[in-house]
């Protein structure tokens, strides 16, 4: 035991050393941490995402899935853990009660890729993800289909209990909501985005989610709409802005109403030029009246690296323009130890002084053991 803590000890310092310097007039300071490591048997603990249950985020909320070392994205349950001081100590790791289902004949179906959302006008937390198809599920032969169906889950923080199971809604086709982080209207509904240019505008009661409509289909996805996906969706003043991961180039776009966007237009610096950057996930920072982007890009420390999953950077968005500002740009998440893909990841608002960015190694390198980190981005001056 005690030399399991200094070794996470060496490598905490170790990230906080390897994190990008932030200039002194940047508006905020950045640190990472790497609270647990460890594998499952035959499988890897990814996706890491949190929910601040209080505005200081004190009490916080963080799930992660299980996936399987063979097959592709075979997922085989879901865990979460807590902290009620800061994150100074989370508690162990504790899997769910859920498991996979049959939702077609000769089909298994197993919920994955999930984001864990507060619902601040019931007080519950809401885990939105999907539920993935498999044949041969629990074989050496599983193989991954194209069905997919949203799906939910919901905690509830006082009584400190998960709903008995996880709900499937397989009344909704093409609708994959795979990572699709939503935003929460004043009214409490949903607006939650799937695959394929589209968001879902959904109800909670406490209970139940519903189903209201869909927006129209976003234009500018370039030549493999369906396999775009991913998305966030959040608002900063009167705007919407949704982050799309696509198979080319990413992508962002704007609405008036979260549900109508402008075109979407390819991710680039502010002086035109295009950041390299595809098919990995983008998540947004809302900070002090600003917005920025999380991402990953083309560079030359990343090579080797799967898809240059790594690092994570950051960078302020002009919402005028939907350009991102380069001189702003910062490390938000550094190359791990194991060199592994730490693009699907999550970020998390507290308040305005204070967002999180979540992410774990995917378990593709031989020196990854599932570390999962979580960075600070705090205000100046706080």
Known sequence: MVSSLISLACLTSFLLL???PVLAESPFTISTELIREGNAPQSRWTIPRV?????????MLMTLSKLSTTGTDVYRGLAFMTTKD???TWSALTELPYVARQIREGIMGMMGATVPVYHPQTKKLLLLGNCVGYTNYGTPKVK??????????????VT????????????????N???????????????????????????????????????????????????????????????????????????????????????????????GSRVPSAATQMRWVRQQGKLY???????????????????????????????????????AVPISPGRDDLGNFGTAYVNENLSLVTT??????????????????????E
């Not at 929910?51 to 009490?59: K, T």
């Not at 400190?160 to 609708?175: F, I, M, P």
């Open 144 to 157: 991954l289909t194209g069905l997919r169906y949203p799906a939910y889950a919901v905690y509830d923080p």
């Open 51 to 59: 929910a601040a249950l209080d505005d200081q985020g004190n009490e």
């Open 293 to 331: 982007l999380v991402y990953t890009r083309t560079n030359e420390n990343s090579k080797g690296i799967f898809r240059d999953r790594a690092p994570l950077w950051m960078a302020e968005l002009d919402t005028a323009t939907l350009r991102l500002k380069k001189a702003t740009e910062v490390i």
């Open 177 to 271: 909501t795979t990572s699709g982080m939503p935003w929460i209207q004043p009214d409490g509904s949903l607006l939650w985005p799937c695959n394929g240019g589209q968001v879902l505008k959904a109800s909670f009661d406490g209970e139940k989610i519903t189903i209201l409509g869909r927006s129209p289909q976003i234009q500018g996805l370039g030549k493999q709409v369906k396999n775009t996906g991913e998305y966030h969706l959040t608002k900063l003043g009167d705007r919407y802005f949704i982050a799309m991961r696509c198979p080319d180039q990413n992508r962002i776009a704007a609405s008036a109403d979260g549900q109508n966007f402008e075109p979407a237009v390819e991710l680039q610096w502010d002086d």
């Open 360 to 381: 774990s190694e995917f378990g593709r390198t031989r020196g990854s053991n599932s570390r999962v980190y979580v960075t600070r981005v705090i205000a100046n001056g």
């Open 160 to 175: 400190q209990k998960w709903s008995e199971n996880y709900t499937v809604l397989d009344g909704e086709t093409d609708a």
């Open 86 to 88: 800061g994150g100074k």
């Open 18 to 20: 390897q994190t990008a």
